[in-house]
């Protein structure tokens, strides 16, 4: 794949630079300081792999970082937790699952699913992946 690129924008998704961390981190970081710089308060992401890929970072910016489609809801009338940032910010697998329980119940998950992938020597997110996965029958 070729990233068509210029001082700071690529002419792809940010996720598919995984194999230029370097420069997907510079991206970021460049897309990071002009928001605050120009003053930002949200950041709204469109695509939902680039909200996941960016929420993570929410800690560290001086805006909030949500899903266009948020703003959209909230338009509307629609109010919409997002659990995916709540968990990802956690930052810990064992707060996760504690967080996750009422979910494992609800959809009749063993509730091992996450504690068992906690020996395969993953990292938290892919650990966290494999139990959320087991929920939506992935």
Request: positive net charge.
């Amino acid at each position: 794949m070729r990233a068509y690129a210029t001082r700071s924008r690529a002419g792809v998704m940010s996720n598919s630079l995984s194999e230029l961390p370097d420069f997907k981190r510079d991206l970021r970081d460049q897309e990071f300081a002009a928001a605050e710089a120009a003053g930002v308060t949200t950041l709204a992401t469109v695509f939902h792999a680039r909200h996941r890929e960016l929420v993570q970072y929410s800690p560290g910016v001086t805006f909030e970082i949500i899903n266009a489609i948020e703003l959209l809801g909230e338009r509307m009338g629609i109010r919409h937790v997002d659990l995916y940032r709540q968990l990802v910010l956690l930052q810990d697998i064992d707060a996760t699952i504690a967080e996750s329980a009422r979910m494992v119940d609800e959809y009749s998950l063993p509730p091992a699913a996450g504690a068992a992938s906690r020996g395969l020597g993953c990292s938290r997110r892919a650990r966290f992946v494999v139990t959320t996965s087991k929920k939506f029958g992935l």
